[in-house]
């Protein structure tokens, strides 16, 4: 089929949002039966893109497992609320590699608000970085 | 987003076991009989057992994939890969697909995100990484083209 070997040799995404999280004090659970297990509370935050922004209702969090090769595993939920009230459940899971500056993830959206449910049938890739204030994500869905 | 070819992953499916109306939707696991993968740091094939694909067919339409496979490489590692995906589109396309039809893969959403496990030394960089997944229904199985998300 034309046009499929072009496809196979990238993969197309555009910009969702910026998500930027403020987080607590870590959560020090230690030596679980995975690895060492800290929880980073997530108190606020805001998200920007084209299509949706708002902010980061205070009760979620990203658990994060030590693997044992110098790793982290990601685990992060969220509730997004939209600057017109709708709320949307987020998660992550993903990488963290800071030996080679790898900080991957891959959020997943649920919402019951019309306007966004957009977000349900989609999948996308997050590029993290931590800065002094807090996470940032830069979130691109997968087209 | 920069991305770089991981491998083009063929699986086998058999028939599927019909799990039929669970509480978030209709439920069929098509177990995985086979496969192949070939890219241009590993290849190899799908070891039968234990691998199969979790369908939840949703409220919404849109079908929720739960794909746990293990492929051994030619040099003998094993690799245990499991993906989350979505699949939908247009009402005649999806038909197309169940009736066995081959369809262009542009005319329909499946994409997946792979992650994937290993204890072999020459492949640990797979631990380390995320992945997403173009995929392309065949009446034989899928087609997977997995990119590795630099």
Do not use: C
Not at chain 1, 88 to 105: K, L
Request: no cysteine; aromatic share 6%; glycine share 10%.
């Amino acid at each position: 089929m034309p046009g499929l070997q072009e496809e196979r040799d990238s993969v197309n995404s555009r910009p969702l949002i910026i998500l930027r999280l403020a987080t607590s004090a870590t959560e020090e659970i230690g030596s679980t039966r995975h690895g060492n297990l800290s929880i980073f509370p997530v108190t606020g935050g805001s998200f920007e893109g084209e299509r949706l922004r708002g902010k980061v209702l205070a009760g979620g969090g990203d658990w994060v497992t030590a693997n044992a090769d110098g790793t982290f595993e990601l685990d992060l939920r969220v509730t997004l609320e939209t600057d017109d009230g709708a709320l949307i459940h987020m998660t992550f899971t993903g990488v963290r590699d800071d030996a080679n500056h790898y900080f991957r993830t891959l959020p997943r959206f649920e919402t019951a608000a019309p306007k966004y449910a957009f977000l349900n049938r989609l999948l996308a890739v997050g590029t993290g970085e931590i800065r002094p204030d807090g996470p940032v994500h830069v979130i691109e869905e997968i087209l | 987003m920069n991305t770089r070819l991981l491998m083009m992953l063929h699986v086998k499916v058999a028939t599927p076991q019909n799990i039929g109306a669970v509480p978030h939707g209709t439920r069929r696991t098509p177990p995985l009989i086979g496969g192949d993968f070939e890219g241009p740091r590993l290849r190899g094939t799908v070891l039968p057992g234990g691998s199969a694909d979790w369908l939840l067919l949703r409220a919404d339409g849109v079908l929720e994939m739960d794909l746990r496979v293990t492929l051994q490489t030619d040099d003998g590692a094993l690799i245990s890969m499991k993906s989350f995906g979505l699949r939908h589109g247009p009402p005649e396309v999806m038909a197309a697909i169940g009736r066995g039809e081959t369809v262009d893969p542009r005319t329909y959403y499946f994409r997946t995100t792979p992650r994937f496990e290993t204890a072999h030394p020459a492949y640990a960089f797979l631990n380390r990484l995320v992945a997403v997944a173009t995929g392309d229904r065949r009446a034989e199985g899928p087609i997977y083209t997995i990119h590795e998300v630099l």
